[in-house]
């Protein structure tokens, strides 16, 4: 397989921050390239990926994403000089426009601008890598300035970004080092690729200079259909329940029906009816799941697609640590 293999996991599933690097270690071994973790209302980040960070040698290490809404833009700076330290410059860091939920009901901050607030903070950012200063004066952030303390950084992490509509990932294009979507199908991806793009040539970049890392969310079991059972319940949760973007982006993608009939399963809390909506033939578009040489040659043929850097291979809900050793087990023969 000519793309990268990435292992994302979610905090959630592990006991104590230490887990987080034995799993690290086991993606290690099994030859995943990097393991990326997201933040919403768990664990603070740090601590688990610098265990996995110090417990590893070559493996890539990223934030997949933080929220611009969490942290002040110099915290955030300083979260990813830590973290790149910590991995010996083995670190990519990850930001995305968030949520209205995550944003106002667990960080208690108004969702307001989202991607003009997500630019300003990569601004932001790249002032203290590059000057050592966060001073800055923008529409949204109005910064005097202090000096950071270990001064400009001659290694800054490259920054990502999750996004998924055209105006933001032109944005990513432009203002980012790399792309990390979701739940795209392969044609939905080709097009989106178009803006990006666009956004790099905006500052004079090209496409092969930003790391295209989409996310996929995967189970690979010997039971073909419990395993596609879990995964369509995990991909019509995430476009019914998960707040718009993942359904208008599914819809967009030209299945505006299969997410307004999900969607009204939601309204009733029905998931047996979300899973219920969802086809076959969609499931097959946005998700590797079946047998394990199912999902090695899903993954193979999604890899291909010009552009496509590495991908990125997320659980699905209902996994037992069984389902994921085999899962990875399975992947881990395409690296």
Known sequence: MNAEL???????????PQDVGDRAVQAEELGFDRLTVGETTGWNIVPPLTLAAD??????????????????????????????????GRYRFGIGPSSPAITERWHGMEFDRPLRRTREVIEIMRAVFEEGSPAYEGEIFEIPGLGYERGPTENPPPIDLGTLGPKATEMAGRFGDGWAPQLFTADGLRTRLEDLERGAGLAD???????????????????????????RSTVAFMLGAYGPYYGDSVAEQGYPDIVEEIRAAWDDRDTDAMAAALPDELLDELAPAGTPAEVREWLEEYGEIDGVDAVRIGFVDGMTEEDKRTTMKAIADLA
């Open 205 to 231: 970049k090209d496409l092969a200079d930003l790391r295209v890392a989409p996310i996929v969310r995967c189970i690979a079991a010997e039971d073909r259909e419990e395993a596609r059972a879990k995964a």
């Open 6 to 16: 990435d292992l994302l996991i979610r905090l959630g599933d592990y006991d104590r």
């Open 55 to 88: 417990r590893t040698d070559d493996l890539g290490i990223s934030t997949d994403v933080i929220s611009p809404y969490g942290r002040t833009p110099a915290m955030l700076a300083q979260t990813a000089l830590t973290l790149q330290a910590a991995a010996d």
